[in-house]
């Protein structure tokens, strides 16, 4: 490797300037690159409280010469670009020569190193700008970093850290990325004397798959793509394998770990048509560019870079999953309806609804299949009503209007219809059920014991750095509405309970959910949320005791008329109105 030398100040001018360290983990990411470029093949990464009290991370990389270990913490020094020439095709992930300086002004840094070659390494120690310390050690091949107290000299900074559990979570985040990117390099995270995590090297889908986590893993599809001088590969979820949030996509462009809003539009479009849009698949990205045709010198900490041609890489991703998902669907289409077949076992040809549709409540698609209930209208949406809002006729009638020997009809599994006494009333069984589950969890967290359903089998759910975060800030809100909840392993939690009200657990998928909401929000945000997504979806087929019990629940809340979103839940219809549209008089009623 080339000398480190500080850049001269025509090209340090040119380098993206701005906050390197914001956190531990913007220290580790900076860390392991540097080990990453120096070949090593075993990265080992030791903290106390997250990081903020102390990190450790050792290398057997190539080391630094002895003489020029003082150079490697100034800033704007580095082996890796000396011209203005190589910033437009660097090779390695540090280019900047500012990370270590940028950590030593923060912190209390020991840098201890032997260059291969050398019989004795060297130690130097810094009080922020301050050397405190410069001995010679004798130690294995390799560099040795020790952060201690970061941002000790800037309190204010250091108020803006969180809590050493969600610090570790970010830390892991960063480490999972480039252990997808360097699967030959082996990785050991220990926080405290305690092991979290531990990949040996591997080849890359070992690695994936270690990664991820073996349940996700099945799903994904590999994929491979080339246009002109770029190439694609890595790892797609299949269509149904989805998730509530973005937190297991992995973009990288020349293994350097990066966000990239054009990669993951690429992403989201390949898929737009597959899944709900509040869902997210899996993806591991892999993009090999010309250096020349990517800009890494745009963000200051490099979690971001720029395509010369973004058109061109925006239409390579999105050609490489239509393929991967496309190969997969054709091998799948006839199982599906020869298994659909042997479930509606009838002549002619079968149409397989697509998932979103109106009786996409099928069996074996989780939705419980009751199936008493009458049915009618099927076909014909094209039914208008000068519909009534029924709370402007007063809420004290609402429940008089029922007729004895109520009768329930179900309209494409998403509207109860009730015949009432002049008319009928039209209920929409998701908001209906939403306006109940609101009602109750509010009643819950006023005190009111919750009833809960204990999981047979209970659930192990991991979640997302914002999503434990989430739970942890939910931890008693949950308890109260009755979800049984220990946490579990460093970012798991197990599922022993859920509320009984519930109708939508899918396998811990509500929880993913409700937790993964984007941005912060209020208590009752978080149960309009809970309401709705752990109410009975547009698409459940209902028995006729199930469409009366939702019906008594929602008359017996506080507010039955709408949605805890403000969108009515049922709607009225008058014999008068009926007999205006069949023009069968000039009512008198009216
Ligand atoms: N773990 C390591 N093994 C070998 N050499 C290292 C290691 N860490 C740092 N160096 C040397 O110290 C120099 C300075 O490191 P530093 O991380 O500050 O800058 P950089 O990696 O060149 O650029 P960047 O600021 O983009 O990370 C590097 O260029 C490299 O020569
Ligand atoms: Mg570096």
Sequence with gaps: MAPIQKLTPEVSAKIAAGEVIERPSSAIKELIENSLDAGATRISIELVEGGKAFIRIEDNGGGIPSTELPLAVESFSTSKISRVE????????????????????VSMLTIRSRRAGEEIGRELRFRAEALTADAPVVRNQGVEVTVENLFFNLPARKKFLRSPQSELRRIIAVIQGYALSFPETGFLLRESGRDILSYPPSSLRERVEIVLGGELFTSLIPLAYTLGRTTVHGYASQSDQTRANRYMQFYFVNRRYIKDRVLSHAVNQAYESLIPRDRFPAIVLFLDVPPDDVDVNVHPTKAEVRFRNEGEIHRLVLSAIA??????????????????????????????????????????????????????????????????????????????????????????????LIQIRGGMVIIDQHAAHERILFDRARVNLGGAKPVVQSLLFPATIELSPDEYERYEELTSVLASLGFEIEPFGIRSILVRGIPAVVQNWDDGRLLEEILGGEGRSGIDEFLKSYACRSAIKAGTKLASEEMESLTDQLFATDLPYTCPHGRPTMLRVSLGELERRFARTVSAKR
Excluded: N
């Design 86 to 105: 190589d910033i437009s095709r660097v090779g390695t992930l540090g280019f900047r020569g500012e990370a270590l300086a940028s950590i030593r002004a």
């Design 323 to 416: 393929e991967a998902l496309q190969r997969k669907v054709s091998s799948f289409a006839e199982t599906v309806e020869s298994v659909y077949r042997s479930i509606f076992p009838g002549p002619g040809a079968v149409a397989v609804p697509r998932r979103g549709e109106a009786g996409a409540g099928l069996p074996g698609s989780g939705a419980p299949w009751t199936g008493s209930a009458q049915e009618i209208g099927e076909g014909d949406r094209t039914f208008e009503f000068h519909e009534t809002p029924l709370s402007l006729f007063g809420e004290e009638t609402a429940k008089s209007l029922f007729t004895p020997g109520k009768l329930y009809w179900q309209l494409h599994q998403s509207f109860i």
